[in-house]
């Protein structure tokens, strides 16, 4: 990636960062603004804002009008985030304390309640004459990101998971968000249906490929650099994707040992990659990562070629953290 494209996702992240900052909630107390402005101030990636902005600036749109669109999928990401910590147990969120951890449950549910509420209510500034396909769009969204939350629930119990059944839960959970804001985006922009559909699907396998790219770094990274608690996953019983293709590669009756051996494990991340590198479970996770990012380069071919250009470098910025 150029210095030039780095510098300016970095720049849309600083907009990004300022106009969250700016949003209104004068109306709302400040037992709920408090830690609703807590999470929205927080330091994040803002990955899919950046894409609203790259995908309907490159399309023809203007910033202004791309704007509300932004900050609503970002609203929503921070609400999920505020209820999956909750689900999770987890202590560090974006490099700081979750909110039910700094404040407690219930302030954080209604925390979670109010930012859905607040996402709506900024989306529906976007001037546009498909403002009511937007709004669509945006609803169902939420619904299957909650759809995709309780699939990953309910495979807790299971020993083993069908491959096709969890890329489908994390495009439903992760996909969902980065394929809507490229959708809106491209509507913004009036973009023709095939195009419209074609980021998103861009969007939906960017969004998996970085999905078990967490799944990865949940075992290998620095919990600091990653700024959110690590480990709770193998702890709940999670299965990602690396623990997938190890169970999925083992006999019914050794599945058992193995999940033992993870939760035994859970604090000692070392030795679970050193078993799992052992079983060619984190060379599969690693193919698949590269082939979903693939994947999502070939649905650039027919776009513009500035925009194929900045989407690509963001592919490349994604594909290289470490955090």
């Known amino acids: 990636m150029s210095v030039n ?7 849309l992240k600083e907009e990004i ?4 900052s700016k949003i209104d909630l004068s109306g709302i107390s400040s037992e709920l603004a408090q830690p609703m402005r807590f999470s929205l101030n927080a330091k994040a990636k803002r990955l899919r804002p950046i894409l609203v902005l790259l ?4 399309l023809g749109a203007s910033r202004k009008n791309l704007m509300p669109a932004a900050l609503a999928i970002e609203i929503m990401h921070t609400f ?23 404040w407690n449950v219930n302030t954080a549910i209604l925390t979670g309640d109010a930012l ?7 989306l529906m ?4 004459e498909r403002l009511d396909q937007i709004g669509t769009h945006f609803s169902q969204a939420m619904l299957e990101i909650c759809d995709g939350q309780a699939f990953d629930l309910a495979y807790e119990k299971y020993e083993e998971i069908d491959l096709t059944d969890y890329l489908n839960m994390i495009a439903h959970k992760t996909g969902r968000l980065l394929g809507l804001a490229c959708q809106l985006a491209a509507i913004i922009a009036g973009a023709s249906p095939k195009v419209v559909n074609n ?16 799944d990865l770094l949940e075992l290998t990274a620095d919990q600091a650099e990653m700024g959110k608690s690590l480990g709770s996953d193998l702890t709940a019983g999670k299965k ?33 990659v050193q078993q799992l590198t052992k079983r060619g479970s984190i060379q599969q996770t690693e193919a698949m990562i590269a082939r979903l990012f693939k994947n999502a380069r070939e649905r650039l071919h027919n776009m513009p070629d500035q925009l194929q250009s900045d989407l690509i470098n963001l592919i490349e910025l994604i594909a290289g953290r470490q955090s």
Do not use: W
């Open 125 to 128: 500034q976007t001037k546009s």
């Open 199 to 214: 980021l998103y699907l861009f969007g939906l396998e960017l969004g998996q490929a970085f999905q078990i790219q967490d």
């Open 80 to 102: 999920t985030l505020v209820h999956d910590d909750i689900m999770d147990n987890d202590t560090i969120r974006r490099g700081q304390q979750t909110v039910h951890v700094k």
């Open 240 to 272: 990602t994707f690396p623990i997938i293709m190890a169970l999925n590669e083992l006999p019914a009756g050794q599945r058992a040992d193995l999940l033992n051996f993870l939760k035994a494990n859970a604090g000692n991340r070392r030795a679970i």
């Open 116 to 122: 859905m509420a607040l996402a709506f209510r900024v």
């Open 5 to 11: 494209s780095g510098t300016k996702i970095l720049r």
């Open 55 to 58: 995908v309907g600036e490159n």
């Open 17 to 20: 960062d300022r106009e969250l």
